[in-house]
C-alpha cells in the first residue's frame, strides 16, 4: 500500500523557492547587503546564526529560549530579509545593518500549532527581535559571534555556521531530483562496494505543475548533504548545486546540499 506524505505542495512558489523562511538560502554572500558592516567584519549573510546563549539584563538565563539553544535556532541574513528558524513556526522580516545596529522591521511567522514549549520559544523570540538591537561581531571568518542586545537589555549570542555559499564558493542553483527507493553499487576510488543514490531530474512548469520527466536513473557519485536515505522510500528533494570553486583532490566538483524534501512514498512507486 502507498503511504505518500506530501511535506510541501509542488506549487509555483516552491519552483521559485517557496516561502520567504528559505530565501536567505538563495543569497549569495558576495552580494552586499544593502548597509553592510565596516570592512573587514565577516558578513552577516556569509553565515547561519546559531543561538549558544541568552540572558536577561543582569545576566541570568532566559529560560524560555533554552529551548532554542537546544534545538539549534538559527537566524539568517538574506540581502534585506532575515529568517528566524528552530522553533515551531519559521518567522522572517525585513531588516537593516548599518553603525553596528541591527533594525529589525516586522517579524511574520508561520503559523502551525506546536508543543507549548516550542510556542513559548516562538512568542519570545517575535519579542526580542523587535526594533533597533545593538550587533557586534567578533572573532574571525573561521568562527565569528554575533552579540545582540535586544530593546529590553537580554544578550543573544550566536555562533556563525559558514552557509554553503561561503564554503563551496558560488551560488547555487536550485534543481528537483528523484532519489530512487533502492541504492546501486558503482564504483569508488577510495571505498570499496560503494553505494550510489539513484537520482533523476524532475522539472516543473510555472504553475507549480510537473513536466513529463525525460532524464533516466543514474548513480549519482556522492552524497547529498543533509539527506538521509532510507532504503524502500521514494523521496523527492529540492536540492541546491554548488560548484565548488577549490575542493580537496579526493572530493568532487559539484555539491548538493538538500534544500527541501517535497515528498516521500514508502512503497518506492509514483
Not at 517575535?126 to 561581531?137: H, M, Q, W
Request: with cysteine.
Amino acid at each position: 500500500m502507498k503511504h505518500k506524505i506530501l511535506l510541501v505542495a509542488v506549487c509555483a512558489a516552491l519552483v521559485q523557492g517557496c516561502a520567504a523562511p528559505s530565501k536567505s538560502h538563495e543569497e549569495s554572500p558576495s552580494m552586499p547587503i544593502a548597509t553592510s558592516a565596516a570592512a573587514g567584519q565577516p558578513a552577516l549573510s556569509a553565515y547561519y546564526w546559531n543561538l549558544v546563549s541568552a540572558t536577561d539584563t543582569s545576566g541570568k538565563p532566559l529560560v524560555m529560549m533554552n529551548k532554542g539553544i537546544e534545538r539549534k535556532l538559527r537566524v539568517s541574513f538574506g540581502e534585506k530579509n532575515l529568517n528566524i528558524s528552530g522553533g515551531c513556526n519559521g518567522q522572517f522580516g525585513g531588516y537593516q545593518y548599518q553603525g553596528g545596529v541591527l533594525k529589525v522591521q516586522s517579524v511574520a511567522s508561520t503559523l502551525m500549532a506546536c508543543d507549548k514549549s516550542l510556542m513559548d520559544l516562538d512568542a519570545q523570540v517575535g519579542r526580542l527581535f523587535k526594533g533597533d538591537l545593538r550587533a557586534v561581531i567578533t572573532g574571525d571568518n573561521t568562527g565569528p559571534v554575533l552579540q545582540l542586545t535586544t530593546v529590553d537589555g537580554s544578550v543573544l549570542k550566536l555562533q556563525g555556521e559558514a552557509t554553503p555559499e561561503t564554503r563551496y564558493g558560488s551560488k547555487g542553483e536550485v534543481k528537483f531530483l528523484e532519489v530512487a527507493p533502492n541504492t546501486v553499487k558503482c564504483s569508488h576510488p577510495m571505498i570499496p562496494d560503494y553505494q550510489c543514490l539513484q537520482v533523476r531530474e524532475r522539472r516543473y512548469d510555472d504553475a507549480g505543475l510537473q513536466l513529463p520527466t525525460r532524464d533516466t536513473w543514474h548513480p549519482l557519485y556522492q552524497s547529498i548533504e543533509g539527506f538521509e536515505h532510507r532504503d524502500g522510500v521514494r523521496t523527492v528533494v529540492r536540492v541546491k548545486q554548488y560548484d565548488w570553486k577549490n575542493p580537496p583532490a579526493d572530493a568532487p566538483s559539484t555539491v548538493y546540499v538538500l534544500d527541501l524534501v517535497v515528498e516521500q512514498d514508502a512503497s518506492g512507486t509514483e
